[in-house]
């Protein structure tokens, strides 16, 4: 058992583009929540010790004031940037606006984390039983090990009525270890039916049950070990791309190829919620009020 309380790592440094504003800091209920404040409080309840912010220095004031003060004295804070210059300086392309993604990100942490570890994106709601299942999984992890994790979640429940989606696609061997995940970039209900977008950019389905990870991962410190010599090799493919992106999924399968480390696959029957678009905000907003009249969570959390 690893008496080291585990540290939660929050992506927050993505513009949200679809969504139209910086969801990160949007406020979903009359008391003011933002999403990320049911993951910390869900964290705090369920044994996590300290909280490891990526964000933009563009926002970094609004950040700090919201989330410093209602972490004070709870657990320890810290914040790393990931900027656009975060990378070689041969790399750096003045047209770019959009960050380098989520295993540019995790990259970004390395120096910010000691401990085992989860990371989660902002603008999801992962859920209470998704945060205590993660941190008794990291309690009992030795940090020296190569014995990583992913909370999974059926596909049919973390979609959006809105639009199209990004979900990284798990195939699972009979242990309930991870074997590949794959990045598909667009997934949306057509007709009722849920269809993805292949290579060609034409609709084909998918299954409804397929395990699918949401950027909800357990890591011990080694995991830093992978992904510096793999986001160099995507850089020299890609540094005249504006919109490539380094998907953590990538440095995940580059764990699984090295034979190093294995990933094991912890479940959540939950249904996830979360706002890629607009129009996703009444129904998460609907659904944390009825979780809170519940008394799941107290009417005011700090």
């Known amino acids: 058992m690893n008496k080291e309380k585990p540290t939660l790592v929050v992506l927050a440094a993505g513009m949200g583009s679809r969504y139209g504003g910086l969801k990160q800091i949007d406020s979903f209920t009359p008391e003011g929540d933002t999403i990320i404040d049911f993951s910390l409080y869900d964290a705090l309840r369920a044994g996590f010790g300290k909280f490891v912010f990526i964000i933009r220095k563009?926002?970094?004031?609004?950040?700090?004031?919201?989330?410093?003060?209602?972490?004070?004295?709870?657990?320890e804070v810290d914040y790393v940037y990931q900027e656009l210059d975060s990378v070689p300086e041969k790399f750096i392309n003045p047209e770019r606006t959009k960050p380098w993604g989520t295993g540019h990100a995790l990259l970004m942490a390395k120096g910010a984390v000691k401990e085992n570890f989860a990371i989660?994106?902002?603008d999801d709601f992962y859920g209470q039983e998704a945060f205590e299942t993660m941190a008794k999984h990291l309690m009992e992890t030795d940090k020296k090990s190569y014995d990583f994790s992913t909370m999974a979640y059926l596909l049919k429940n973390t979609v959006s009525e809105y639009g199209f989606v990004?979900?990284?696609?798990?195939?699972?061997?009979?242990?309930?270890?991870?074997?590949?995940?794959?990045?598909?970039?667009?997934i949306e209900k057509v007709n009722g039916k849920l269809m993805r977008k292949d290579?060609?950019?034409?609709?084909?389905?998918?299954?409804?049950?397929?395990?699918?990870?949401?950027?909800?991962?357990?890591?011990?410190?080694?995991?830093?070990?992978?992904?510096?010599?793999?986001?160099?090799?995507?850089?020299?493919?890609?540094?005249?791309?504006?919109?490539?992106?380094f998907y953590l999924p990538s440095i995940v399968n580059e764990i699984l190829k090295s034979r190093m480390a294995k990933?094991?696959?912890?479940?959540?029957?939950?249904k996830w919620f979360g706002v890629t678009y607009k129009e996703d905000k009444p129904i998460v907003q609907s659904a944390i009020e009825e979780l809170k009249s519940k008394g799941v969570y107290p009417k005011q959390l700090w």
């Open 58 to 75: 563009s926002f970094e004031k609004e950040f700090k004031e919201i989330f410093n003060k209602k972490l004070e004295g709870k657990a």
């Open 120 to 122: 989660i994106n902002a």
């Open 166 to 186: 990004s979900r990284g696609e798990c195939s699972v061997d009979n242990e309930g270890y991870l074997t590949d995940v794959t990045e598909r970039t667009h």
């Open 199 to 245: 290579d060609n950019d034409d609709f084909i389905p998918i299954d409804e049950n397929t395990v699918v990870s949401m950027n909800f991962w357990g890591f011990t410190p080694k995991c830093f070990e992978f992904g510096g010599k793999l986001f160099e090799t995507f850089l020299e493919k890609n540094k005249e791309n504006l919109k490539a992106e």
């Open 263 to 270: 990933v094991e696959v912890l479940k959540s029957d939950a």
